[in-house]
T-cell receptor, first 114, second 113 residues
Framework: NAGVTQTPKFRVLKTGQSMTLLCAQD?????MYWYRQDPGMGLRLIHY???????AKGEVPDGYNVSRLKKQNFLLGLESAAPSQTSVYFC?????????????FGPGTRLTVL | DQQVKQNSPSLSVQEGRISILNCDYT??????FLWYKKYPAEGPTFLIS?????DKNEDGRFTVFLNKSAKHLSLHIVPSQPGDSAVYFC????????????FGKGTKLSVIP
């Protein structure tokens, strides 16, 4: 059981470049989430998905797009990267959406935009 | 405006003593509170939680207290161990149909052997 995995672990982009972060979970969870964590800040929700084929905006969605074509995968895309998107990105998944459903987090992707 | 506040960026405690991490919130719609623990280069992991209908929840060395009237919660770790050294995030969720987690900035706990 790998849990939640994220690819890549590190990435450096130039302003204007695009990239996709991949999140995969093997726990058959319905719900998946993308967060970002900036220095000295808590995690903030970017986008989330309540099931295959569905996505919704979180607290800080601007500049990102997401897709959930398969239940086990949740992709986060940056179409035109900006320095303000330099951050650590965490993916999480949960079985359900109630307070009893623990969110399991991946190890994070450290992204630097120059 | 920050809805979940952890006003102490760091805390140092001697091994064997009690660690107390504090968290305040402003949104009265929050009805469930969680603590996550994070080691460097890893994702956060769930530690303990409490519903707003309770004022205390205990799990081994970890106890969370909730003072709803003061909109304050605290995490007690007794006794503290060096392996407890990590960043601790307070998080909240609440309101009907709202299952999004709102995180505080975190408190870095250092347990000194």
């Amino acid at each position: 059981n790998a849990g939640v995995t994220q690819t890549p672990k590190f990435r450096v982009l130039k302003t204007g470049q695009s990239m996709t972060l991949l999140c995969a979970q093997d726990m058959n969870h319905e719900y998946m989430y993308w967060y970002r964590q900036d220095p000295g800040m808590g995690l903030r929700l970017i986008h989330y998905s309540v099931g295959e084929g569905t996505t919704a905006k979180g607290e800080v969605p601007d500049g990102y797009n997401v897709s959930r074509l398969k239940k086990q995968n949740f992709l986060l895309g940056l179409e035109s990267a900006a320095p303000s998107q330099t951050s650590v990105y965490f993916c999480a998944s949960s079985y359900g959406a109630s307070f009893r459903d623990e969110q399991f987090f991946g190890p994070g992707t450290r992204l630097t935009v120059l | 405006d920050q809805q979940v506040k952890q006003n102490s960026p760091s805390l140092s405690v001697q091994e064997g003593r009690i660690s107390i991490l504090n968290c305040d919130y402003t949104n009265s719609m929050f009805d469930y509170f969680l603590w996550y623990k994070k080691y460097p280069a890893e994702g956060p992991t769930f530690l303990i939680s409490i519903s707003s209908i309770k004022d205390k929840n205990e799990d081994g060395r970890f106890t969370v207290f909730l003072n709803k009237s003061a909109k304050h919660l605290s995490l007690h770790i007794v006794p503290s161990q060096p392996g407890d050294s990590a960043v601790y995030f307070c998080a909240a969720m609440g309101g009907a149909g709202s299952y999004q987690l709102t995180f505080g900035k975190g408190t870095k706990l250092s347990v000194i052997p």
